[in-house]
């Protein structure tokens, strides 16, 4: 990393360790998004820091980027997330399709600290994917449109939202034709929309992730792009082609979710450190009663062999899964892994990663005991976070059997 690189990250752990971990309980109580937390992060310059320098950016290095979410999830696991999804949107329009409001938009991001959001998934309570997204219709000069899509994490500070809907031009659903693709940036507070202010997720409470709602939202042709599904397939398969710069634009936010994951996992390895090196007895009765039956206190609970053994497992999970994280990073930047090999090297990454969530999550919950879950300490909010990390994306057992295919060379 460059010198300035090394400052921001050291800038970053220093809020995460300090405010934001002093807001966090906070945060998870209300279920709301910190303005707060992001207006320090956007002071720093994190909302643009990544982009290319052409609108503004400092090009972040994969590398730092990884290292800032890592330690930003250590104080709050829902800011990390929300800003890592800005950061993911804000990257994706420097790939494409580039147009005229795209290029305004990222040097308001770059210049201004503008933040940005986009929902892509299933509205919460929905069940069935196919009822649900974005359509257009065309209306001489502008385009309107109408729809539901959700977990627009980053949402209530957001100033643009990024909208890939359909265009409807009454095909009808057994037309064989695809419909061509719509990609409109709006500002949040344009009318028409909608931040339905619906999140309610059982871990990263605090995301704002959303529902955005379309009702005749109405945009000038000239401010959005307009492709058709084969441009579109083409503009996104193009996402991994390129400079070295544009790669680490694509894999930025997917490494930064695992420097997410990394990081509370620490905030658990290090809660469950202190919690043990403090808490004394075995069990939990009290000492009139056990000396009532003549049983000792047992010491602390860090001197136990069985809580050694433990933390021991956790430690070996997280420090194998930061020097795997870190390696990629580092052959990412590199630019030297051959045609084919990114995704193998991800779907690496992502099963050591989770496997590393499943087992501190349950190691520390083991270890600590009933009394450290509870509201009043932090591990109970962190558990319920990486859950909330593992919950999303490919499964576990989707991941090794991924790598198992790839090793055999047997077809997807």
Known sequence: MQPWESELVEQVRALANGPIS?????????????RENVR???????????????????ELSLEGYTRIAEALSQGCGSTAVAL?????????????????????????????????????????GRLDTRSVGYRFVEDGDFVVGCGVSGFASMSDAATYVKIIGTVDRGQGSESSAEPDVV?????????????????????????????????????????????????????????????ATRMQARFRGMFGSRGIWLGLCEAAFA?????????????????????????????????????????GRMDHWISTGRVILYDAVHRFQADELAAGESGILMNRVNYHLRRMCEEVVQTAMGVCGAHA????RPLERIVRDIIGCNVMGQKTDELAQSLGRAATSFPS
């Open 271 to 311: 809660f469950t450190l202190d919690y043990c090196s403090r808490r004394y007895g075995a069990m939990a009765i009290t000492g009139d009663f056990a000396r009532a039956f003549g049983a000792g206190g047992d010491g602390l609970r860090s001197g136990q062999a069985w809580a050694q053994i433990g933390i």
């Open 84 to 124: 890592n999804m800005h950061v993911l949107v804000a990257d994706s329009l420097t790939m494409g399709p580039r147009f005229p409001r795209a290029d305004m938009v990222l040097v308001d991001i770059a210049s201004n600290g503008a933040l940005i959001c986009q929902p892509g998934s299933v509205p919460l």
């Open 183 to 243: 990609v409109a940036l709006p500002r949040t507070d344009a009318p028409g929309l909608e931040i339905c202010g619906n999140w309610d997720g059982m871990g990263l409470r605090g995301t704002a992730s959303h529902d955005v709602r379309l009702t005749d939202l109405r945009m000038p042709r000239s401010e959005v792009a307009i492709l058709s599904a084969a441009e579109f397939r083409a503009a996104n398969a193009g996402e991994t082609a390129g400079s």
């Open 22 to 34: 002093g807001r966090a309980r906070h945060v998870d109580l209300v279920g709301e998004l910190s």
């Open 373 to 376: 879950y509870v509201k009043e």
């Open 40 to 58: 320090q992060l956007v002071d720093l310059g994190l909302a643009g820091a990544g982009l290319p320098e052409e609108v503004g950016g400092r």
